[in-house]
């Protein structure tokens, strides 16, 4: 089975999932609720998407290593580090975010997704910058 381009395929779905966050978040500050409900369930979907993605791949490769040295070796590591312990957050924040919303728990949904996004979207875009620099960087 070739898996080549599952780093590409999960680099584009943390793109979309970072994107359908930002279009969440603008729609909930317009007040389009149900357009913002549908939008944060894409957005959960994508994520999940990637994260089978992402299993599947490593399950099946092992761990990639970054080649390059010296400082941005440095930069590299601190983004991997910081991405890594906030991942393995959101999953349970954003699952816990969504159900208070689904339960109709409004107030306690809001406080939690105020500390859900940020950190959503950064686990989001970080994911492209690893997948950037370990895949890309000349």
Same mark, same amino acid.
């Given at each position: 089975?070739?898996?080549h381009h599952l780093p590409?395929?999960?680099a584009?779905?943390?793109?979309?999932?970072?994107?359908l966050?930002g279009r969440?978040?603008?729609l909930?500050?317009?007040?389009?609720?149900?357009?913002h409900?549908q939008?944060?369930?894409?957005?959960?979907?994508v994520s !999940? +998407?990637?994260?089978?993605?992402? %299993? *599947?791949?490593?399950?099946?490769v092992?761990?990639? @290593? /970054?080649?390059?040295?010296?400082?941005?070796?440095t930069?590299?590591?601190?983004i991997?580090?910081?991405?890594?312990?906030?991942? !393995? +957050?959101v999953?349970p924040?954003? %699952? *816990?975010?969504?159900?208070?919303a689904w339960?109709g @728990? /409004?107030?306690?949904?809001?406080r939690?997704?105020?500390?859900?996004?940020?950190?959503?979207?950064?686990?989001?875009?970080?994911?492209?910058?690893?997948?950037?620099?370990?895949?890309?960087?000349?």
């Amino acid at each position: 089975m070739d898996l080549h381009h599952l780093p590409t395929l999960n680099a584009l779905l943390n793109t979309t999932s970072a994107i359908l966050l930002g279009r969440g978040y603008f729609l909930i500050r317009r007040r389009r609720i149900e357009a913002h409900k549908q939008t944060m369930l894409a957005a959960l979907c994508v994520s !999940a +998407a990637f994260l089978v993605s992402y %299993l *599947v791949y490593h399950y099946n490769v092992g761990s990639v @290593r /970054f080649q390059h040295t010296g400082a941005i070796r440095t930069v590299y590591l601190s983004i991997l580090l910081t991405h890594t312990v906030l991942a !393995a +957050a959101v999953a349970p924040l954003a %699952l *816990v975010t969504v159900w208070r919303a689904w339960k109709g @728990r /409004f107030d306690k949904h809001r406080r939690l997704a105020r500390i859900t996004l940020p950190i959503w979207l950064y686990v989001s875009v970080t994911g492209v910058v690893v997948y950037l620099m370990l895949y890309h960087l000349g």
